[in-house]
């Protein structure tokens, strides 16, 4: 299996630019995650989605973050305009989960790709 | 509210045994383990289910205590492998809903 893969794997970027960070989730499962992890802050979930529509978008920092996932192989995170302080390493991660709306609750884990290091200078 | 780890970080030689606490403030539903090595992703390594079901695996071992809303994770005769950070996930509340908060981790370092 190919596994959570994400682009690009290092972003360098000057302030007040527009980054597009992309995720194709491992295929089969209908959940998608995007966190971010800096040394002060930890892990931290950003959003996420569920049969491709957001569920929780709770952590997304501010409206310069927006994030879409057109179909369910497929999301974007997109961070416009940046600053430096958005730097950080951006985890997608995806799982197979049951309705959430009333179904079966069976077990799930969460396969995260392998980042993508951005850096706003 | 982000789970509180205990210790922050922990040496241990080959062969010894670790111990790591994940207490939440507020009632789980389920607890997630990860092992997160420098420079890579998380890996998953075991859930434990409000109830009492447990799934993972690796030969490790982990108790989850709904009243005291905490979870400990064993690993037993420790190998250089097992080094890294691992993070405890909670979910909270009474049905869950996939969302995730991940404690700040506790660092692992296996020396021969």
């Known amino acids: 299996d190919a596994g959570v893969i994400q682009s690009p794997r290092h972003e360098v970027t000057e302030m007040g630019q527009e980054v597009t960070l992309r995720c194709k989730p491992i295929?089969?499962?209908?959940?998608l995650f995007w966190y971010r992890q800096t040394m002060m802050r930890g892990l931290e979930l950003l959003i996420y989605?569920?049969?491709?529509?957001?569920?929780?978008d709770s952590g997304m920092p501010e409206d310069r973050f927006s994030a879409k996932m057109p179909n369910a192989s497929f999301s974007t995170l997109k961070i416009q305009p940046s600053e430096p302080r958005d730097s950080a390493v951006y985890f997608c991660?995806?799982?197979?989960?049951?309705?959430?709306?009333?179904?079966?609750?069976?077990?799930?884990?969460?396969?995260f790709g392998p980042g993508t290091r951005l850096t706003v200078t | 509210q982000q789970p509180v780890q205990s210790p922050q970080a922990v040496i241990l030689r080959e062969g010894e045994d670790a111990v790591i606490n994940c207490s939440s403030s507020?009632?789980?539903?389920?607890v997630h383990w990860y092992r997160q090595k420098h420079g890579e992703a998380p890996v998953f390594l075991m859930i434990?289910?409000?109830?009492?079901e447990q799934k993972g695996h690796e030969k490790i071992s982990a108790s989850f205590n709904e009243k005291k809303q905490q979870s400990s994770l064993y690993l037993t005769a420790s190998q250089l492998s097992y080094s890294g950070t691992y993070f405890c996930?909670?979910?909270?509340?009474?049905?869950?809903?996939?969302?995730?908060?991940f404690g700040t981790g506790t660092r692992l370092t296996i020396i021969p």
């Open positions: 991660a995806s799982s197979f989960s049951p309705d959430l709306f009333g179904g079966p609750r069976v077990d799930y884990e969460q396969y």
């Open positions: 295929s089969g499962h209908n959940s």
């Open positions: 989605f569920n049969n491709n529509v957001p569920i929780d």
């Open positions: 507020k009632a789980l539903y389920s």
């Open positions: 434990l289910l409000k109830g009492g």
């Open positions: 996930g909670t979910e909270t509340g009474n049905f869950g809903n996939e969302k995730l908060t």
